[in-house]
């Protein structure tokens, strides 16, 4: 019988130990190349001209379908599912009994009685734990990701085309005038002489869409494409290029997920495997709790206040209804770090002395879950959760959850970068020295166009 997750967790003893060293570095994208051409002119085209991401590899898909499948999605969702409705899409997310994140995904409300569930393995297997073990008439089908499979296909394929010449492209691939549709709203588009079904998305605050349909329509569907945007600079994105665009977006793309204590989750944890992500996943910096429940994150944490409706019940309601009474949220903001102090870290690789962490280029995280300490006098008032550096902004940024008093716009902090006692055993970390860097705190998402572009989102939302 193989080990449950519950029985890692009794044999790891210290659990926040366990998470930081385990040895796996960041979330990988696998299935395009690193680079088409360069990680710089790759992040340009996206705040320029426009990109074609292909996200066909590095996510888990889940289909949910059967009669009871809206009722089951919204008991496990904070948002609220009033007027959702075939072809529209939202931001998923599921939180525990008391009230901390699992994680999130896209929800796709494809037809009656059917759901995809696209997004990182947590909530998927939040999901899939309800369907079998609740009393739902659901069936689910997990379209696993890329990496975790052999056969060299998948269900679907997933494209994205953004940026400023987005909808002229799409114009020149169908032939006709993109439709004028809400964000996160649904149509459907012929490509390549493909059927396409098109979701109104942005990332990096740029317009444009998400395009998906059947994997035997991926090479039909992705030539179209890249022919319709050779006229407009279109530009293919790697992997490296792509997990940086959310530092332009503002979207904190790895909640810790907070299932490892807790005696109403010891079920789950039995349910769950020991080759399942939260088995493996890895945290890095130099945030280290005395117990694991320190990198659990509130919906409020991440810039999810929006979606917490109380008007169905859902798992994790009660606590959710405390902490809104009591009204002390951590803020979600953007800090842009000093150019010097920057410069000063990365020029300690250049010595024989103590060197700081190294910083990757353009993203520096080295783990499945950073957390780094935010400080302002010598006391910690905020966590940095995901860091890197923008070409178009010709800055390293961070995304952060600051505590109340220090979220303002402007507020001078500093980050402390780097692991105490000269590093964990993670393969990604070397022998290195903690050292603090300034830093400013900046509107979220950073990118004037993005705010500008999200403006009736919740990425700038505040309630």
């Given at each position: 019988?193989s080990?449950t997750l519950?029985?890692?967790?009794?044999?790891?003893?210290?659990l926040?130990?366990?998470?930081?060293?385990q040895?796996?570095?960041?979330?990988v994208?696998?299935?395009?190349?690193?680079e088409?051409s360069?990680w710089r002119?790759?992040?340009?085209?996206?705040?320029?001209?426009a990109?074609?991401?292909?996200?066909?590899?590095?996510?888990?898909?889940?289909?949910?379908?059967g009669?009871?499948?809206?009722?089951?999605?919204?008991h496990?969702?904070?948002?609220?599912?009033?007027?959702?409705?075939?072809?529209?899409?939202?931001?998923?997310?599921?939180?525990?009994?008391?009230g901390y994140?699992?994680?999130d995904?896209?929800?796709?409300?494809?037809?009656?009685?059917?759901?995809?569930l696209?997004?990182?393995?947590p909530?998927?297997e939040?999901?899939?734990?309800?369907?079998?073990?609740?009393?739902?008439?659901?069936?689910?089908?997990?379209d696993?990701r890329?990496?975790?499979?052999?056969?060299?296909?998948?269900?679907?394929?997933?494209?994205?085309?953004?940026?400023?010449?987005a909808?002229?492209i799409?114009?020149k691939?169908?032939?006709k005038t993109?439709?004028?549709?809400?964000?996160?709203?649904?149509t459907?588009?012929?490509?390549?002489g493909k059927?396409?079904r098109?979701?109104?998305?942005?990332?990096a605050?740029?317009p444009?869409?998400?395009?998906?349909?059947?994997?035997?329509?991926?090479?039909?569907v992705h030539?179209?494409?890249?022919e319709?945007?050779?006229?407009?600079?279109?530009?293919?994105?790697?992997g490296?290029?792509?997990?940086?665009n959310?530092?332009?977006?503002?979207?904190?793309p790895s909640?810790?997920?907070?299932?490892?204590t807790?005696?109403?989750?010891?079920?789950y944890?039995?349910?769950?495997?020991?080759?399942?992500y939260?088995?493996?996943?890895?945290?890095?910096?130099?945030?280290?709790p005395?117990?694991i429940e320190?990198?659990y994150?509130?919906?409020?944490?991440?810039?999810?206040?929006?979606?917490?409706k109380?008007?169905?019940?859902?798992?994790?309601?009660?606590?959710?209804?405390?902490?809104?009474?009591?009204?002390?949220?951590?803020?979600?903001?953007?800090?842009?770090?000093d150019?010097?102090d920057?410069?000063?870290?990365?020029?300690?690789?250049?010595s024989?002395?103590?060197?700081?962490?190294?910083?990757?280029?353009?993203?520096?995280?080295?783990?499945?879950?950073p957390?780094?300490?935010?400080?302002?006098d010598?006391?910690?008032v905020?966590?940095?959760?995901?860091i890197?550096?923008?070409a178009?902004?010709?800055?390293?940024l961070?995304?952060a959850?600051?505590?109340?008093g220090?979220?303002?716009?402007?507020?001078?902090?500093?980050?402390?970068?780097?692991?105490?006692?000269?590093g964990?055993t993670?393969?990604?970390?070397?022998p290195?020295?903690?050292?603090e860097?300034?830093?400013?705190?900046?509107?979220v998402?950073?990118?004037?166009?993005?705010?500008?572009?999200?403006?009736?989102?919740?990425?700038?939302?505040?309630?």
């Amino acid at each position: 019988m193989s080990q449950t997750l519950e029985q890692v967790i009794q044999n790891a003893g210290d659990l926040v130990n366990f998470v930081r060293n385990q040895q796996v570095g960041p979330n990988v994208y696998p299935g395009v190349p690193s680079e088409f051409s360069n990680w710089r002119a790759e992040q340009w085209a996206w705040g320029h001209t426009a990109v074609l991401y292909n996200q066909s590899y590095h996510m888990v898909d889940l289909a949910v379908k059967g009669p009871d499948a809206f009722k089951m999605l919204e008991h496990l969702g904070i948002n609220s599912f009033k007027n959702f409705q075939p072809d529209r899409a939202k931001q998923f997310v599921p939180v525990t009994p008391d009230g901390y994140v699992i994680g999130d995904v896209i929800l796709f409300y494809l037809d009656e009685n059917h759901f995809n569930l696209v997004g990182r393995a947590p909530t998927i297997e939040w999901v899939e734990y309800h369907a079998a073990s609740g009393n739902w008439n659901v069936t689910v089908e997990r379209d696993e990701r890329w990496a975790m499979r052999t056969d060299g296909k998948r269900n679907s394929y997933r494209f994205q085309v953004q940026g400023p010449n987005a909808m002229k492209i799409i114009e020149k691939a169908t032939g006709k005038t993109p439709p004028e549709l809400k964000f996160f709203h649904m149509t459907r588009m012929t490509i390549g002489g493909k059927e396409v079904r098109a979701l109104r998305h942005g990332m990096a605050g740029q317009p444009g869409f998400e395009l998906m349909g059947p994997w035997e329509d991926y090479g039909a569907v992705h030539a179209a494409l890249v022919e319709a945007g050779k006229e407009f600079q279109m530009a293919l994105v790697g992997g490296r290029a792509y997990s940086s665009n959310t530092l332009e977006s503002g979207w904190i793309p790895s909640p810790f997920p907070a299932i490892y204590t807790g005696e109403a989750l010891a079920p789950y944890r039995a349910w769950l495997t020991a080759n399942s992500y939260e088995a493996k996943c890895s945290v890095g910096g130099s945030y280290v709790p005395e117990t694991i429940e320190g990198y659990y994150t509130t919906p409020w944490d991440l810039g999810y206040g929006p979606f917490v409706k109380f008007d169905h019940d859902f798992i994790g309601r009660a606590a959710l209804e405390k902490m809104a009474a009591e009204g002390k949220h951590r803020t979600k903001v953007t800090l842009a770090l000093d150019n010097e102090d920057v410069m000063r870290v990365q020029s300690s690789a250049l010595s024989t002395g103590d060197r700081a962490k190294f910083m990757e280029y353009p993203s520096a995280v080295y783990s499945m879950h950073p957390f780094d300490q935010v400080l302002a006098d010598g006391k910690m008032v905020g966590l940095s959760t995901w860091i890197g550096y923008t070409a178009n902004e010709g800055k390293f940024l961070t995304l952060a959850m600051m505590e109340p008093g220090f979220e303002t716009p402007g507020t001078e902090v500093s980050l402390l970068w780097g692991e105490p006692n000269g590093g964990t055993t993670k393969p990604t970390v070397e022998p290195h020295v903690q050292t603090e860097i300034k830093a400013t705190v900046s509107a979220v998402p950073y990118v004037a166009a993005a705010r500008d572009n999200y403006a009736e989102g919740w990425r700038t939302r505040k309630s």
